[in-house]
């Protein structure tokens, strides 16, 4: 079994910076891949970025130049480093973890922009 715990949420104002981090629990497999998804009140999860074990990075265009994502296989542990916030990335942040065929998800973390 596989748990994920994101910290790291918050109310920032417009072109400030947040660092989010969701450290993994249990059965980890180094090919793993994790990365971060958010949902906005009245709007479908979307992706923002991924980082398999290798550092091999996928970003979403609505954040590239802003988030980074990074990861520490020795804590079981991924990043996002948000920069440049803006009020539409106002959301909850999903950490994800994809190994083995399942994906598992955390809790979720608040994410407030404020204009």
């Known amino acids: 079994q596989v748990q994920l715990v994101e910290s790291g949420g918050g109310l920032v104002q417009a072109g400030g910076s947040l660092r989010l981090s969701c450290a993994a629990s249990?059965?980890?497999?180094?090919?793993?891949?994790m990365g971060w998804f958010r949902q906005a009140p009245g709007k479908e999860r979307e992706f923002v970025a991924t980082?398999?074990?290798?550092?091999?990075?996928n970003v979403a265009d609505s954040v590239r130049g802003r988030f980074t994502i990074s990861r520490d296989n020795a804590k079981n542990t991924v990043y996002l480093e948000m920069n440049s916030l803006k009020p539409e990335d106002t959301a909850v942040y999903y950490c994800?973890?994809?190994?083995?065929?399942?994906?598992?998800w955390g809790q979720g973390t608040q994410v407030t922009v404020s204009s």
């Open positions: 980082i398999a074990s290798v550092s091999s990075t």
């Open positions: 994800q973890l994809v190994q083995n065929g399942y994906t598992y």
């Open positions: 249990g059965s980890i497999v180094s090919f793993s891949v």
